[in-house]
């Protein structure tokens, strides 16, 4: 499939709107699949330094 112009291939034939909806959903989720992750492992690691450092201070 060609596109005449930069507007025919962002309407996608009409369905530009599904199309890049499609996209934006899609990164959206890949971003939290990988943020989510490495935030709960940095406070994970947070809190055991604190529950570690706390055993040693006794």
Do not use: C, D
Not at 10 to 28: K, R
Not at 41 to 52: I, T
Request: charged share 20%; hydrophobic share 45%.
């Amino acid at each position: 499939m060609s596109f005449a112009s930069f507007n025919e291939f962002l309407a996608m034939g009409h369905h530009g709107l599904y199309v890049w909806s499609a996209y934006g959903i899609f990164l959206l989720v890949l971003v939290i699949n990988i943020t989510l992750p490495l935030h709960s492992k940095r406070r994970y690691l947070q809190q055991e330094a604190r529950r570690l450092r706390r055993e040693n201070s006794k």
